[in-house]
Structures are given as C-alpha cells and as structure tokens.
C-alpha cells in the first residue's frame, strides 16, 4: 500500500520542546508518576486524549472571525442549526458548551431512582450523569466487544438478546431510554454495525423505549460501516450517517471530537415536548437556547468542522493511520486491542509486564516508560483508574490494565507516527527493566487525576 499521506498542508505550526531523557526522569519523579501532572510543555507527542485537541483547518478560523456574537438569534446558531438538522435528520437542535452538559439536560430530565438506562457501552461522564440523578446505567455489550486481543469488524455492537432479556426483566416502563455509543469510546473506540443499530431500533420502537446516539464520533463509525459493513462500500459517509440517526429519536454530542472543535457540544432530537424540557433547563444552566453555553464563533467553528469530518478522504488517513499504528505494534510482538479502533491504540499492560502485578499498576508504569523513553504521554485506563478497595484494603482490580494512545485529530504527521511506533516498541524491548508503583496519596474519587506515586524499589 501505498504511504499515508495527510490530505492537507500546514500554514501554521506550533513548536514541539524536545527533552532530553536525564530530564524526564527528573520531570517524571516531579510529577509523582502521573501523566496529569506533567506540564504540557514538558511532553513531545501528547496523546492523552484526542478530546478538543484537533487542529482547526483555515475555514474553521475564517469562520471563528465570522462567528457573531448577538446574544438572541445570531446567525453563527443558525448555520450550526441547519448544519446539524442535515446531517442528523433530528430538527430541534440545541447548543450547549460540552457533551456532559446535554448529558447532564438529558438526565436530569429522563433520569431519577429505580429507572435503567440500557447502552452498548456509556461513557465514564455519561454513567456519572445518570448515576447523578439517582439512576442505574447498564452496559449490554456484545460478546467479541469483552475480549482484546480477538479481531473482529464491530465490537461495539450492542448485544440483541441482552437487551430483550433486560426488557423482560425490568419491564420496558422502568427503562426511559437506551443509549448507542458511537464508536464506542470506553470499549477501545470500536465501531457498531448499521445492521446493530437498526435491530436495536427495532427492540426499542416494539417497546416504546426512546433510542439516543451518542454521536462523539458518528463520522469515524460511519466510515467503518462504509468499509466494514456489506451495501455500503459504494454510499457516501453523509448518506450513511443520515441513516445511521434516522433510526434513533436523538443524539448527544460533544464537538471536541468529530467537530474537530476546541470546545463544544449538542443535543438533536425529534419529540418537541422533551426538547421544551431541555431547553428550560438549558437557559438555567447553560445560556439561551441560540449560544448554549457557547459563543458564536465556537457555533461557527462547529458548523464548519461537522462537514469536514465528513470527507473521505479525511477518514481514509484518519482510520489507516491509526490501523498503521497498531499493525506495526502488532508486528513488534506488542500486545494490543485488535482490531484499530477509531482514534487511539489501546496496549495491554498486563501482557506488557507479566512481571508486574495488578496491584503495582502495571498500566501507569507503561505510561512512565512511554514517557522516559520518549516523552510520549498516555494514560491508564484500568485499576489506577477504575480500582477499587474492598474492606480490608485490599485492591479489587479493574476487568482490564490498558494504556491509551489516543491520536489528536490532524495535528500529529506520519513521521510522528512512526517516532510513537518506535518509542513503544524500544520501551517493550527493555520491558523487563521496569518495575511495578504503589500510590503515597490519592482522592477518594476520580483518584487517577491527581494520585502521587513512587516506584517499588
Ligand atoms: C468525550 C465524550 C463525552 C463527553 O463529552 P465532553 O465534551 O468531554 O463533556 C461523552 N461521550 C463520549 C463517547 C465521549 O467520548
């Protein structure tokens, strides 16, 4: 095949400091051995997240010059409007400043004790929020989706029969709405099928259960289906995302993904009494219902960015670069999640270090490797992260030890790439040299942000 190229050109740079590693080491020991507390500056390729981190392109700024900023009415909320009601087919559109702040709308609204909210998989602030209203969040994922390391085209697919088996259980009134993760971001951003989506739709319309997408990165799933899904090779990524919500009630986003936006996020829907609901809400906690909690430029950079992530060639290079990635891990002997998913590789600690036990967080001592061999910031997704103590004090450790590289949209380059691919190979050839980290102190939630850790010996 042919080089990955990226389909456009630089106009403005921002400097990379290089560090040597005698002072990452001495940066890293600073830190505690945490990712979130080493200064930007301090990190040569930062794939912490690939959340409100993408490069705008030029008429994303041109449109940020554009943006107006009336309070009511302006016209940077109507070209956003309309942008959004043509890629979703959902009319009531409705701004806000993040994803989690139409979560939060959503389910104050829908939300409440003794209700289920059924998903592929939710994502940690989307569960936060429902959990937040005094509801239960269930995870009804497919069988391929639970194991890393066998290939298969949409582990993200919700399971069917899980689903009927909980309707039946719980009783359909108790459930208020069901809730598609596209790609499914804490599964390893794997995609789901259009075949998934539509039989799912189905359940839910059989039992009056209202179905939502949430649409982070509804135009990276959309050219998996494209490349992945039988009748779709020849339909363009917007027919097959105006397909893909056709089948759902409402969607969820937040633009620092797919929008290729600094900051952002909406609700779409179709039913107008609940998007009446939202918007009393939204003028209580986030603006009036033209800005959200957004400013017109922000509305205009959105718009903009909606319809370049639609282009094939975009996702070409977005979704082989990071299938590069992995393959080229893959054939260094690295364990990783297989296959590529849609923004980030996921490696497996636990394979990584057979020599560090669960309880010494083999996943954040990879991401200290990653980091002194070259200055490459990941971060853990596994029992630093979502551990957990029992009575005696002793860890119950997370279902998984994964690190994740997640890829920044259009800021890093091929050479980039294959300077990560190296690092992460040079840190598994000298695995046995690094040794496990216990925690000196921690948070009693979210601890992974701030924890300070040490090595063992
Ligand atoms: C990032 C993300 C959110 C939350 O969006 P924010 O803009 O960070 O508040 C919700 N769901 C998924 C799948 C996400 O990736």
Redesign the pocket.
């Known amino acids: 095949m042919q080089t990955i190229i990226e389909p456009f050109k630089i106009k403005s740079v921002e400097p990379i400091y290089f560090n040597t590693p005698e002072e990452r080491v001495a940066i890293l020991e600073k830190a505690f051995y945490n990712p979130f507390l080493i200064h930007s500056k301090d990190v040569i390729i930062d794939l912490l ?1 690939d ?2 981190t993408s490069a705008m392109s030029s008429n994303q700024w041109a449109g940020i010059m554009q943006g107006d900023e009336s309070y009511a009415g302006s016209p940077s909320f109507f070209r956003f409007e309309e942008t959004i009601q043509n890629i979703t087919g959902m009319p009531l559109v409705i701004p806000t ?7 939060k709308i959503l389910f104050s609204i829908l939300g409440g004790k003794g209700k289920y909210f059924v998903s592929n998989t ?5 569960r936060a929020n429902i959990e937040f209203s005094g509801a239960e969040g269930v995870d009804l994922l497919c069988e391929e989706g639970k194991h890393p390391s066998i290939p298969a085209p949409f582990k993200g697919n919700m399971d069917v029969n899980l689903l009927k088996n909980f309707i039946a259980e719980k009783g359909a009134s108790n459930i208020p709405l069901c809730v598609i ?6 599964g390893g951003g794997q995609p789901v099928s259009m075949q998934n989506i539509r039989e799912v739709s189905a359940v839910c319309k059989e039992h009056k259960i209202p179905l939502f997408i ?1 649409a ?2 509804f135009a990276e799933n959309s050219y998996f289906i494209k490349i992945r899904e039988a009748g779709y090779a020849n339909k363009s990524v917007p027919e097959i995302a105006k397909e893909l919500f056709s089948y759902a009630d409402g969607c ?6 797919d929008a290729f936006a600094n ?3 909406f609700l779409a829907m179709r039913n107008e009494s609940l998007a009446l609901s939202c918007r009393n809400l939204l003028v209580v906690m986030e603006g009036f219902p033209t800005y959200g909690g957004l400013a017109g430029r922000d509305l205009e950079a959105i718009a903009i960015g909606l319809n370049e992530v639609m282009d094939e060639n975009y996702l070409n290079y977005r979704i082989r670069s990071i299938e590069y990635l992995t393959n080229k891990l893959i054939e260094a002997g690295v364990p990783v999640m297989q296959p590529a998913g849609g923004h980030a590789v996921y490696i497996d600690a636990k394979a990584f270090f057979p020599h560090i036990p669960v309880d010494q967080y083999p996943g954040q001592a990879l991401v200290g490797a990653l980091y002194l061999v070259g200055g490459i910031r990941s971060v853990e997704i596994g029992s630093l992260m979502f551990g957990k103590y029992d009575t005696d004090g002793k860890l119950i450790p997370a279902q998984m030890e994964l690190v994740r590289m997640a890829i920044p949209r259009r800021v890093y380059t091929q050479s980039h790439i294959d300077y990560v691919a190296e690092v992460v190979i040079e840190a598994f050839n000298n695995r046995a040299k690094v040794s496990g980290l216990k925690i000196i102190e921690e948070a009693p939630i979210l601890r992974h942000f701030t924890a300070k850790l040490a090595p063992i010996n």
């Open positions: 997240t959340s409100g400043h993040q994803g989690r702040a139409a979560e939710l994502f940690d602030t989307t993760t596209v790609t499914n971001n804490s949430d982070c990165r969820t986003m937040s633009a620092k993904k900051i952002g996020g």
